[in-house]
């Protein structure tokens, strides 16, 4: 895989930087991926070599390509680091293949541009996301460097439409204006040009893209950031190998911008804890990420990750304070019509929530999630036996 014609392009609106990925070994057509945001930020925006070397590495490392060759002086920090990051995707997942040989030049010297001290996160508006936006404000002083001003918030990653980004940018700027950051709208196809390819349960992008997609949209800011946190997506007693973990985040930073892997010490019940105390936060969260939402909220209520949350606020009788979902009770039926986990760390998400509902002498709950984790036990014992005889 080649990565060509780097260049950044003005136009009124819009700023965007661009290469062309040429194929080597997959025969596949000569695609453009780009970067961009509006022209609020124009100036924040580089052509960044570390960014396009970031989008292509994990493509051409799961999808066969041999090496990443690009005419442009990368980070030797990055280099070493994604060559970790794919040791630890060849240990996790047992795969048979060669490490992608990654053909560039290496910057010898310190950049002559001093390191930002400035920091940013991606935000998407649901509970990880926010609830790192909230310890961070509990634990630093605006003026501290750790202090998160800007928040990226990107369309071509998630599944939804462009007119659900423009309204949840709409939604979301009363949290980063309480919070005091900047919402950095970020455009992007470094995700889409390969979609074809996956999966229907979107294995690549779950297990090996996620993080190292993030990263490259964050090294095309580092005019302006120095360090942008990734909130995590599981409690540390559940951490297993996925796109995005505390082991490999890091090896996607460089000499002047650091990738942080944020608060997996807190369980998704903690951090729901942190929103239901934060009024701005709870009025405006958003979860969902379904295409298609009810007139008038942010949430659909009925996918598993709605089911998870309005079980949580239940719980912490935070439910009925809040009009994001189209509901504001949760009962035994509701539950178990909703709630299908789909791993350990969504089971203890439920079970967690047990202890609460007791002490509101909700038994109907209580045995509602009982029922829920039985059936995820027997379904993940049935999938277990199933993979045994057929192999």
């Not at 970790?84 to 995707?89: D, E, L, P, Q, V």
């Not at 509101?360 to 059936?375: A, E, M, P, W």
Request: a neutral charge; hydrophobic letters at 45%; one cysteine or more.
């Amino acid at each position: 895989m080649k990565i060509e014609q780097l260049k950044l392009v003005n136009n009124r609106d819009f700023t965007r930087v661009s290469a062309n990925v040429v194929w080597e070994d997959i025969d596949r057509p000569v695609a453009e991926i780009y970067i961009e945001t509006t022209a609020e930020f124009a100036q924040d925006l580089s052509c960044n070599p570390n960014s396009f070397l970031l989008a292509c590495i994990m493509v051409a490392f799961y999808y066969g390509e041999k090496r990443v060759f690009i005419d442009a002086e990368i980070c030797p920090e990055l280099h070493d680091g994604l060559v970790t990051a794919m040791s630890w995707m060849l240990s996790w997942y047992g795969l048979e293949r060669q490490l992608v040989q990654i053909e560039a030049k290496t910057k010898l010297d310190v950049p002559t541009i001093p390191k930002v001290n400035r920091a940013g996160m991606f935000f998407s508006g649901g509970i990880d996301a926010l609830a790192t936006l909230r310890t961070n404000r509990l634990k630093f002083g605006l003026e501290h460097p750790a202090s998160i001003k800007d928040g990226l918030i990107i369309y071509g990653i998630a599944n939804t439409t462009l007119d659900s980004f423009e309204k949840a940018i709409i939604s979301l700027s009363p949290i980063a204006k309480d919070a005091g950051i900047n919402l950095i709208p970020v455009y992007t196809n470094i995700y889409a040009h390969v979609k074809d390819l996956e999966s229907s349960n979107f294995k690549f992008w779950k297990y090996y893209f996620s993080a190292a997609a993030l990263a490259a949209v964050a090294h095309a800011f580092n005019k302006r950031l120095g360090l942008v946190y990734v909130a995590s997506s599981f409690a540390i007693n559940y951490v297993s190998p996925w796109g995005t973990h505390p082991l490999l985040d890091p090896n996607y930073s460089s000499y002047n911008l650091q990738i942080k892997h944020d608060n997996i010490a807190l369980s998704r019940l903690d951090k729901t804890k942190l929103l239901a105390d934060w009024d701005v936060g709870l009025q405006n969260l958003r979860v969902c990420d379904q295409l298609t939402l009810p007139h008038g909220y942010l949430n659909c209520g009925q996918c598993g990750k709605c089911s998870v949350t309005v079980a949580a606020l239940a719980a912490l009788g935070a439910l009925k304070k809040t009009n994001v979902f189209p509901l504001h009770y949760i009962s035994e039926e509701l539950l178990l019509k909703q709630a299908h986990p789909q791993d350990l760390d969504d089971e203890a998400n439920y079970l967690s929530l047990i202890p609460l509902f007791e002490s509101q002498n909700r038994n109907d709950l209580v045995r509602g999630i009982k029922r829920v984790s039985t059936r995820f036990r027997w379904k993940t014992r049935l999938k277990q036996l199933k993979k045994i005889f057929l192999e």
